[in-house]
């Protein structure tokens, strides 16, 4: 139970949900997109989150459609991460998000609520920077397609009145091999210390990373030198720490430092999964 | 709309309750509607003592909205009757306190439902959603797994 009060509407069409958010911006009112809603009764409950009105936006049928076309796989906003798991449609994908919460807490969150989410791992976005997917957002002045890189700088940068509908990733990607790792402090759900998603497409390796920083990544730096044939495996994990961006988190999962420790053992251990020529 | 007034289909019963906007299916269930079965816990989705089965899945009534659960078919502990994890839980002393064991015999329940032949690996990240405060956990597997042995 949450100690204030809001408007709660569950529009059935996308135009009706776009209209809503236009009006109630209109009259000043602080809404919110809802989509699994675990953040507003979470931290709504202990203060850091308030809202004047919520727009749940699950019975939007373009924010549940889950399917392939000829090129690509197109994944709703709104459908839960169980559902994304049961369907099995992107490997990667299914790996990351049973790691994400617990089973039945997936079945309530959604993908793009935790794309979307303030609490910062995110960690179902990793899949799509590594798969350079597409954002198709719906606000005011229409649908917007965009590329994920385009879009996503630390976070979804959305503008007001804007609900994140889908996303689209190109069939090519969905059977390239992968490995997804992620270390938590402790027990086997909930939070991680470090989740690292490495994909490998052709011969050259991608990598994405939620827990290191305060905010998921993918780094092409990064990634050029982890490519890079000149150099050792060593030099490579040892040059790949001097370009990360920052700042390193340091907090109750770990500090900074142990951080870059086990970042460093868990490159090599993709490294030499994945078999990148060294 | 800040308050609503709805219609819940609980354990089969049609009820017709206002609730708040703000008001938690857990909230509602236990205060309005006199099933206390559901405990409050952690109530931030972390130990699953609230859980509760919403059209075949379980569901965490302490992460969902009243008004989110119309039209939806809710079952809480007070809904299953002799059924064969209830049997189990007793035989294989799967509980202490006991405060855990609605949840876990929700989450139990929807997963016999769901995957009568389920191994050990899908037990266990299922009954990952639930915490035992006494630490019955190897109890708790036998009963479940007492359960899908049988079938
Ligand atoms: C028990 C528990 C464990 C968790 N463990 C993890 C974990 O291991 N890893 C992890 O990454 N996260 C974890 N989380 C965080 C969780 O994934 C996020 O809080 C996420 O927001 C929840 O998804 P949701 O669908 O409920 O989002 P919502 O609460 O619906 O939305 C989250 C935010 O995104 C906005 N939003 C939602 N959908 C849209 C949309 N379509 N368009 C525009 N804006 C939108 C909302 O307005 C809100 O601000 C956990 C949460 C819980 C409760
Ligand atoms: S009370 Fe709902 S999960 Fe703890
Ligand atoms: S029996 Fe006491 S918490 Fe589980």
Same mark, same amino acid.
């Given at each position: ?177 992968? +490995? ?50 000149? +150099? ?47 | ?151």
């Amino acid at each position: 139970m949450l100690s204030f009060d809001f408007d709660y509407y569950k529009p059935v069409t996308l135009k009706e949900a776009v209209q809503l958010l236009e009006t109630l911006e209109q009259q000043e009112k602080k809404t919110m997109v809802f989509s699994g809603g675990t953040e507003l009764i979470t931290l709504g409950r202990i203060d850091l989150s308030i809202t004047e009105a919520v727009i749940d936006i699950k019975d939007i049928q373009e924010c549940r459609v889950m399917g392939l076309n000829e090129k690509n796989l197109v994944l709703g906003s709104a459908l839960s991460l169980t559902k994304i798991e049961k369907a099995n449609l992107f490997p990667l994908l299914t790996k990351v998000s049973s790691e994400i919460a617990d089973h039945t807490a997936r079945g309530k969150i959604t993908l793009g609520g935790n794309i979307c989410a303030k609490i910062f791992y995110r960690e179902a976005v990793l899949p799509f920077l590594l798969t350079d997917s597409q954002v198709i957002i719906a606000g005011a002045k229409g649908i917007k397609v965009l590329s994920i890189h385009d879009i996503f700088h630390e976070e979804l940068q959305l503008e007001k009145g804007d609900i994140l509908l889908q996303l689209e990733t190109e069939k090519s990607f969905l059977g390239s091999p992968f +490995l997804c790792i992620k270390r938590r402090q402790q027990w086997n759900s909930g939070y991680p210390l470090i989740t690292i998603c490495a994909l490998k497409v052709g011969n050259e390796i991608r990598v994405a990373i939620s827990g290191f920083c305060p905010f998921p990544f993918r780094s092409k730096v990064v990634e050029e030198i982890l490519n890079n044939d000149r +150099l050792s495996l060593e030099e490579r994990i040892n040059t790949v720490i001097e370009v990360l961006p920052g700042p390193i988190l340091n907090d109750v999962e770990g500090s900074s430092k142990y951080r870059v420790f086990v970042l460093k053992n868990l490159l090599r251990e993709i490294m030499m999964s994945l078999k990148v020529e060294v | 709309m800040k308050t609503h007034t709805i219609v819940l289909n609980v354990n089969r019963e049609i009820h017709m309750v206002t609730v708040r906007s703000a008001d938690t299916l857990l909230y509602v269930l236990r205060s309005k509607l006199g099933l206390t079965g559901a405990k409050p816990g952690c109530l931030n989705g972390d130990c699953g003592a609230c859980t509760v089965n919403v059209d075949g899945w379980p569901m965490k009534s302490c992460l969902m909205l009243a008004v989110e659960a119309v039209g939806k078919k809710i079952t809480t502990i007070e809904g299953l009757k002799d059924t064969p994890i209830q049997q189990a839980f007793v035989e294989n002393f799967a509980f202490q306190c006991g405060y855990c064991t609605p949840g876990f015999i929700m989450n139990c329940h929807s997963l016999i439902e769901q995957h009568p032949d389920a191994d050990d690996e899908k037990i266990r990240e299922w009954l990952e959603s639930n915490i035992c405060r006494c630490t019955g956990y190897e109890e708790i597997k036998n009963a479940i797994k007492s359960v899908l042995n049988k079938d």
